[in-house]
Every structure is written in C-alpha cells, then in structure tokens.
C-alpha cells in the first residue's frame, strides 16, 4: 500500500487549501521514512470535534487536533500506518488570531501534530511534550523553506 492521503472539510466556514494539507502530510510521513499509509484528515467545526472530544477522549471540552491509530497487528507487521485526525478550523483561526501568526500556519502545525501522534509520539508527559514541540518546530520551520 503506497502513501495514501485524504483530506476532507466539513466546516463550511473556514477554507482549507487541501492540496498544501495533502503535500504536508506526505512531506512528514516521508521525512519519518513512512512508506505505507492511509490517513484521513478532516477539518470539522468546534462543536463536532468538541463531541468527539467528550466521546473518546472524556473531556467535554473543544480542542485543536484529535488522532486515531489502527493499531491492527496485521498492520502493524506490515508496517502499514492508517489512522484519521480530525482538526477544528475554527480553533485553527482563532489561535491564528491570539498569537498573532497566520491561519495556515496554524493549520499546518495540527496536521503536524497530529501525524506524529500517529507515527508514535506522545504528548502526556513533560518530557514527551518537549520532544513532540521540538518536532513540531522543526518539521514547520522545514515546510517554510
């Protein structure tokens, strides 16, 4: 199974560039030498990633990026990633807004965010919170070039 990246928007409010969303994910998953994948990645609202938030994750809170790994271990032999992230565009363009950076920008960093947690890398401990915001930071830094 080659790379296989989809990307969907069900929030009708915020535009998303798909094409750059698509190459990003590519650009990541290659540059972790990821060969075999199928990621779904889709932009919803507040509201519906606040729902699925409060249903597999018990916080009854909106965030910015959710991920979800098949962890078959048929796939898993084969070395095959496939999972679905869901990030709120509404959440992207409003912490655009608070720290002053760009919407796109926002955008690419959950969808960063959000592949290395399917890749492996966690986020819980203060340790592996540095390790992943150092990746993020390198990985974004890597798309402005």
């Known amino acids: 199974m080659p790379l296989k990246i989809r990307v969907n928007s069900l929030n009708k409010k915020r535009k998303i560039n798909t094409g750059s969303v ?23 609202t ?8 409060k249903r597999y994750m018990r916080r009854n809170a909106p965030t910015d990026v959710i991920s979800f790994s098949l962890k078959d271990e048929r796939f898993l032999q084969r070395k095959i990633l496939i999972g679905d992230i869901y990030i709120s565009s509404d959440m992207a363009s409003e912490n655009a807004k608070h720290f002053g950076s760009a919407y796109e920008e926002e955008i690419s960093l959950y969808v960063i965010h959000g592949l290395l947690h399917l890749i ?8 592996e919170k540095n390790k992943i915001r150092e990746l993020e930071r390198k990985l974004l830094k890597k798309t402005k070039s």
């Open 120 to 127: 492996g890398f966690d986020d819980k401990a203060a340790e």
């Open 46 to 53: 507040d509201k519906k990633i606040k729902t699925l938030n």
């Open 22 to 44: 698509k190459r990003l994910a590519l650009r990541v998953l290659g540059d972790f030498r990821r060969k075999n994948a199928l990621v779904d990645i889709t932009f919803v």
